[in-house]
Nanobody
Framework: QVQLVESGGGLVQPGGSLRLSCVAS????????MRWYRQIPEKEREWIAL???????NYADSVKGRFTIARDNAKNTLYLEMNNLKAEDQAVYYC?????????WGQGTQVIVSE
């Protein structure tokens, strides 16, 4: 079955960096557009980045220039490199893909930005 497993979250100071990973299984990773979302309590999940099958990328304005999405097809792994983190980046981060019009999500990884 389709599985997405995120990791790499944690506590980081403002201005710091983190790299999130999402290991995918159960589908043909190389063919799928992959996305990162984030969510803070009581707010809707926010799309922040995508990478398609040919590695074209797109970003939300809130993270453009600070975050980089990447994929390693040999490892079935999606990445999100996050630099110059701000307090407003604190959230649970999720990877997502869609297969035959059905959305699949990982369990999320928490990012805390604090002194």
């Amino acid at each position: 079955q389709v599985q997405l497993v995120e990791s790499g979250g944690g506590l980081v100071q403002p201005g710091g960096s983190l790299r999130l990973s999402c290991v995918a299984s159960g589908f043909t990773f190389t063919l799928n557009t992959m996305r990162w979302y984030r969510q803070i309590p009581e707010k809707e999940r926010e799309w922040i980045a995508l990478i398609d099958a040919v590695a074209s990328t797109n970003y939300a304005d809130s993270v453009k220039g600070r975050f980089t999405i990447a994929r390693d097809n040999a490892k079935n792994t999606l990445y999100l490199e996050m630099n110059n983190l701000k307090a407003e980046d604190q959230a649970v981060y999720y990877c997502q893909t869609a297969i035959r019009s059905r959305d699949y999500w990982g369990q999320g990884t928490q990012v805390i930005v604090s002194e």
